[in-house]
């Protein structure tokens, strides 16, 4: 099957796609015939080799969630998995594929009207997007501030806010027109990417996909007792000292935290996806896609990626 790797970290063209064996599935497992690959912010981190000091190698093949349909199950999976289209979590990586070999225990069926594409698009963003705001405790009635909104998890913590009942959820994002479709997903403040405009003067919640060094400064926009949560490293690594800013500002009782998925436990991440799931298909939550490339052509998703021009998600098909 076609896969494609990480040959060399840096820039896109350190991708290639290479040929490696069909697995099989193992005991408690499922082999997926893949129709959708998710490109997502950390695939590009990744890739630059950024997180190499947290295990990541050369030859590393990205993508962490695929959609298709069970073609074979192996020892102690239920059968009644073959055929069934589903949305799957590959872990750090291994989703750039045309087949993909996941234990059955992370993988979450599809409802019959949800486009494999849109299964990607929302799939782990908005699981995500849902546990970030429930770690800075967000409640109805609060400000919500997203940091680098144009991107798929910010598409979903948008929409999650203030279908969350949010007084206010400002974004900053680089261009007007990026602007206006965030309002149309539920933002109701456009800010540019240092996050001044006509917005709420602070925020009880700031979202942040991007950190980077300027991370610290937008702890000045938080309310007292806000709190902002880290989901994201799309502009590298914050200061090392960016600490200091809270102490700072220690009157004022802020709070950062940082969030991984890794941390939430499986079952709770499944259900919290197929409601999503069912959410999208009733029309109530709106899945992004920006384009859709094949897997070949992961060089140029990449490129798109590094290069500030997608919003929503680009999905890659086999």
Do not use: C
Request: proline content about 6%; hydrophobic content about 45%; cysteine-free.
């Amino acid at each position: 099957m076609r896969a494609v790797e990480i040959r060399a970290f840096g820039g896109p063209e350190g991708l290639a796609v290479i040929d490696l064996p069909t697995p099989v599935p193992a005991a408690g497992e499922v082999l997926i015939s893949v129709e959708a690959i998710g490109v997502g912010g950390v695939d590009t981190v990744i890739r630059s080799g950024t997180l190499s000091g947290f295990g990541f190698r050369e030859g590393h093949v990205p993508g962490n969630e695929v959609a298709g349909t069970v073609t074979s199950a192996g020892d102690g999976v239920d059968p009644s998995w073959i055929g069934r289209r589903v949305w799957a979590f590959t872990g750090e990586g291994g989703g750039y594929v045309e087949h993909a070999a996941v234990p059955v225990e992370r993988i979450v069926p599809l409802p019959g009207n949800l486009a494999t594409t849109d299964a990607v698009a929302l799939g782990t963003s908005g699981v995500v997007a849902h546990f970030a705001l429930a770690r800075a405790r967000f409640a109805p009635g609060e400000s919500v501030l997203v940091r680098g909104a144009a991107g798929s998890i910010g598409i979903m913590t948008v929409q999650l806010a203030a279908a969350g009942g949010a007084s206010a959820v400002a974004v900053t994002t680089s261009s007007a027109e990026r602007g206006e479709r965030l309002r149309e997903l539920g933002a109701t403040h456009v800010l540019d990417r240092s996050g001044d405009g006509d917005g709420p003067a602070g925020h009880d919640v700031i979202i942040d996909i991007v950190s980077g060094v300027d991370m610290p400064s937008f702890f000045d926009r938080l309310e007292p007792n806000g709190r902002l949560v880290a989901v994201g490293v799309v502009a590298g690594m914050p200061p090392a000292d960016f600490g200091t800013k809270l102490i700072a500002a220690f009157r004022k009782s802020l709070s950062f935290s940082a969030l991984s998925a890794d941390t939430v436990p499986r079952p709770d991440q499944r259900a919290v996806g197929a409601a999503q799931f069912e959410a999208a298909a009733r029309g109530e939550l709106r899945p992004v896609v920006h384009e859709l490339l094949p897997l070949e052509k992961a060089v140029l998703a990449h490129r798109k990626m590094d290069d500030g021009e997608v919003f929503g998600r680009i999905v890659l098909t086999p």
